[in-house]
């Protein structure tokens, strides 16, 4: 292997990159704006929550929790009934967005051994919406709980919640992993297809296949320093979550990088196959664009949850690769998981690198046909 | 057509095409051409837009394989050795090949780095092809703002400069001055009179003068080869635009 070609090449793609300043800085400063823009839009919409409450048998518990809800900045109690036969309308009518249902007897469970259940419904027909009200209305809960604990110890309430017309949300913190699984493409395949498509629209690209410089080399050139600009935005859009948004980093910021990187790889792949199917610089951003941002956006389950997605469709989300790296991410970030949970994904996704790294030499092989 | 005897039958052959062949689906880029071309020979191929020069040039350095035929180029094989070719060519394609966003200086570095030259060769190779060129003030200046005749001579010596025994050159000097154009061509002799072979291909009738011989191609064929004072008595003509325009006037996809 010629190791100083490859290093006069990387040389020269290190130059290309640090010359164009403007690229460079809105590169550098798009996980920074993605996080703050989608975390404020994400959380604008939601205050003066409408809260529904169901209470069969009002007692002092329930009176207390229920009086949090109304002193709390972000809940409105729009109605309290003693069956739940009144919530389904109020849902249907949008006159709710979420109903609070104690079980018979909550106050005597909360002296009692027994768990204290309450069932909390959220209306998330606007998932993003839903999953944050969900999440308030377990903080109101939970710091109730805290505080009875306090004083007579060992108290425990068990909500339970359901996600009406959207069962599968998990945590406000949803958005982040994806956000990053997003930046990881913009940058990687679109900046490489572009980059990759500018050599070829030039005629440089021939010039280089013509030197002692193979397809692996002039890809390795290409995918190393957008590889080091991946990693540099993944611990930005990290950084931009944790101090705006105080979204949780509960694992290992290590794996996740090395998840991260593997799925830099899928994408700076994708990017190399588009720019090696296109003839210029413009249908090169185009072809990113519709190939690995959209399906990334809109498939791999980060704003539109899979599992809501018409039965011929979520199938489809097997083979985009954000898809998997969301799980990981997500299970990395949120749940705290470690590999020993995400190998299939990760596996998944390691495949995908191989194949789409090989098909992209491939595909700069000189046309032998 | 026949192939000619080389130029000397003792010397080395830089270039050796057998029945060279490349096809496109239906159509016929490259129609089964016979030529060779010797060692330190400036050899000119001309032709018509799309009488198929630089499919001819692609086949030769190993972008694209022959549909039919055999060539070899510096001793090796199209087919097979290609990897031993790009070693011992440098090539000039028909869009500029020097990269604007970097300066003089770089573009240099990076192409002595590819063709594995070492530190101190780069650096001495760069002061004298800078002294040469008169660009010793611009060399950290970027490419993009030079002058686009610098910037064909400064390609010229750029694809030379880890000294290849064939350079080919596709339309080299297209949209360039005629003063450029001769000092091109200046570096073309020097580059010969060092024993690298040039395999030129050009638009300019004037330039095919400058030859050691040339070749026309119509159609995807050779339709004559030779020196230039062969070929313009062969066709009875005064210079060799003559002997093109009758050539290609019977072709099919001249524009």
């Known amino acids: 292997m010629n190791t100083g070609a490859l290093r006069a090449f990387l040389i020269k793609e290190l130059r290309h990159i640090l010359r164009d300043r403007q690229t460079l800085t809105i590169l550098l400063l798009m996980p920074l704006v993605q996080v703050v823009l989608f975390g404020f839009a994400l959380r604008s919409d939601v205050r003066n929550i409408r809260v529904a409450v169901v209470d069969p048998s009002p007692d002092y518990a329930t009176i207390a929790l229920r009086s949090r809800f109304m002193t709390s900045t972000r809940f409105q109690v729009v109605s309290v009934t003693n069956t739940t036969d009144a919530i389904e309308p109020l849902f249907r009518r949008g006159d709710a967005d979420v109903a609070l249902m104690f079980e018979p007897g909550f106050g005597n469970h909360i002296v009692g051994a027994e768990p204290a259940r309450l069932l909390l419904a959220v209306d998330a027909s606007d998932p993003n919406t839903g999953t944050v009200i969900q999440s308030y209305a377990r903080a109101v809960i939970a710091s109730y709980e805290s505080e009875v604990s306090a004083t007579r110890g060992g108290v425990q309430i068990t909500p339970e919640v359901r996600m009406r017309f959207n069962p599968t949300l998990e945590s406000v913190n949803l958005f982040v992993p994806g956000l990053i699984a997003l930046v990881l493409t913009l940058v990687s395949a679109l900046m490489t297809a572009v980059s990759l498509s500018r050599e070829k629209e030039r005629g440089t690209l021939e010039v280089l296949l013509v030197s002692p410089l193979r397809p692996a080399h002039i890809i390795v050139g290409k995918v190393l320093p957008y590889l080091g600009l991946a990693f540099a935005n993944v611990l930005t859009a990290l950084l931009a979550a944790w101090l705006v948004f105080h979204v949780p980093f509960r694992g290992s910021v290590l794996l996740l990088l090395a998840e991260s990187v593997i799925y830099a790889l899928v994408s700076l792949a994708l990017g190399v196959l588009i720019a090696a199917n296109t003839s210029s610089q413009r249908a090169a951003m185009l072809g990113a664009m519709l190939v690995t941002m959209l399906p990334s956006t809109l498939l791999s389950g980060m704003i539109f949850p899979i599992a809501s997605m018409p039965a011929w469709l979520s199938p489809v989300t097997v083979i985009i690769p954000a898809r998997w790296f969301i799980v990981i991410a997500r299970g990395i970030m949120l749940k705290g998981v470690g590999i020993n949970y995400l190998w299939r994904e990760s596996v998944i996704l390691l495949v995908m690198a191989l194949v789409l790294m090989a098909a992209a030499v491939r595909s700069f092989k000189p046309r032998l046909a | ?255």
Not at chain 2, 18 to 39: C, E, P, Q, S, Y
Not at chain 2, 105 to 113: A, D, F, K, S, T
């Open chain 2, 1 to 255: 057509m026949t192939a000619p005897a080389p130029a000397s039958a003792t010397r080395e052959l830089a270039i050796d095409a057998k029945n060279l062949t490349r096809r496109f689906g239906t159509f016929t880029a490259v129609d089964h051409i016979t030529f060779n071309v010797g060692a330190g020979e400036v050899f000119g191929f001309l032709g018509a837009n799309g009488a198929g020069k630089t499919t001819a040039i692609k086949i030769l350095v190993g972008l694209i394989a022959p549909t039919e035929g055999e060539a070899r180029v510096a001793g090796f094989d199209v087919r097979t050795q290609r990897a031993q070719i790009r070693r011992n060519i440098g090539y000039m394609s028909q869009k500029f090949s020097l990269y604007g966003d970097l300066t003089v200086r770089e573009n240099i570095q990076l192409y002595g780095g590819i063709y594995a030259l070492t530190d101190a060769q780069i650096r001495d190779r760069t002061k004298v092809l800078l002294d040469s060129l008169g660009l010793t003030a611009s060399a950290d200046d970027l490419v993009a703002s030079l002058p686009l005749g610098w910037k064909q001579k400064l390609a010229l010596s750029v694809a030379l400069l880890h000294e290849p025994k064939i350079v080919f050159l596709d339309e080299p000097t297209g949209g360039v001055d005629p003063i450029t154009r001769r000092q091109f061509w200046e570096l073309i002799y020097a580059a010969a009179a060092g024993g690298t072979t040039v395999f030129v291909t050009t638009h300019y009738m004037d330039e095919a003068e400058y030859c050691d011989r040339i070749s026309i191609m119509v159609d995807g064929r050779i339709a004559a080869l030779g020196t230039p004072a062969e070929l313009k008595k062969q066709y009875d003509a005064t210079t060799v635009d003559d002997v093109f325009v009758r050539l290609a006037r019977g072709a099919k996809a001249a524009e």
